[in-house]
């Protein structure tokens, strides 16, 4: 039996759910998915110019499983960029550094250390927070970066 994954470390979520091509219909079905430890890998060695040893060290992983994973994200970027295919961030195992929290009510985004039984936004007051850790990770279906509009029947 396989020894189970550790959880790789993420130190702050995606700004954005994804992108889609400009002037083509978005399709999620044929969606390319970038997990968040591909997206974090990417930031890391990419954006913020880490080395593979560093990357490994940040995510708490092995240099190996660093180049592995970003083998892996590169090829997807280059399939959603090539085929002109969308790109939607979520899933994965990752464990995250804080709590990340969007308020529907004033659309804040906030980071709260103990959300206790109702967490609540730290702006306005509202209790209609949505956790964006869930929403990144597993899809919350809630908000309208999860939520896909059904289509509507002709005959209606």
């Given at each position: ?30 969606a ?10 990417i ?26 994973i ?62 964006l ?24």
């Amino acid at each position: 039996m396989p020894r189970p994954k550790n959880l790789r470390h993420l130190a702050e979520l995606p700004i954005v759910k994804g992108f889609r091509p400009i002037w083509l219909r978005p399709n999620l079905r044929e969606a390319v998915k970038l997990s968040l430890e591909e997206y974090e890998v990417i930031r890391l060695i990419d954006y913020e110019g880490q080395i593979h040893e560093q990357a490994a060290i940040s995510m708490q992983v092995s240099r190996p499983t660093i180049t592995r994973i970003y083998e892996e994200a590169r090829r997807k970027l280059s399939t959603a960029l090539v085929e002109g295919r969308s790109l939607l961030i979520e899933g994965g195992q990752v464990k995250f550094a804080d709590s990340h929290y969007y308020c529907e009510d004033c659309h804040s985004k906030s980071s709260i250390d103990d959300p206790g039984d109702t967490p609540h936004c730290p702006y306005c007051g509202s209790t209609r927070i949505i956790s964006l850790n869930d929403c990144f990770q597993r899809g919350c279906h809630k908000c309208r970066r999860c939520h896909t509009p059904r289509k509507r029947n002709k005959d209606t």
